[in-house]
């Protein structure tokens, strides 16, 4: 019944730009904590930016700060990732994710993935040099 479902990725050189998008379905998206991770091959998982959709407070994580931007669009139930000044250390796959309970202090997403209860399967960005 829920869903999200990622799209957008592709292969770009270093500097290049992409904008991933989630499409989320079945749960209330006004009021849910939306977070984008990536996983690279040999390494943890991570949390790179969180929205709230009720506040529009979002959160990064130190490395893409300046770089991504994360966004939604209440009328489509969608939310975006805009990903400029791409380096290779950026190559992952990068999942969508979503919590309806929790997970927030304040008007602020955490970036834990035991937050998110909801995940979609990927989309894969790799940047080459």
């Known amino acids: 019944q829920v869903q999200l479902v990622e799209s957008g990725g592709g292969s770009v050189q270093a500097g290049g730009s992409l904008r991933l998008s989630c499409a989320a379905s079945?749960?209330?998206?006004?009021?849910?904590?939306v977070a984008w991770f990536r996983q690279a091959p040999g390494k943890e998982r991570e949390g790179v930016a969180t929205i709230y959709t009720r506040a529009l407070r979002t959160v990064y994580v130190d490395s893409v700060k300046g770089r991504f931007t994360i966004s939604q669009d209440n009328a489509k139930n969608m939310v975006y990732l805009e990903m400029n000044s791409l380096k290779p250390e950026d190559t992952a796959m990068y999942y969508c994710a979503a919590s309806t309970s929790g997970g927030r202090y304040g008007d602020y997403c955490f970036t834990a993935a035991d937050t998110y209860t909801y995940w979609g399967l990927g989309t894969q960005v790799t940047v080459s040099s």
């Open positions: 079945g749960f209330t998206f006004s009021n849910a904590c």
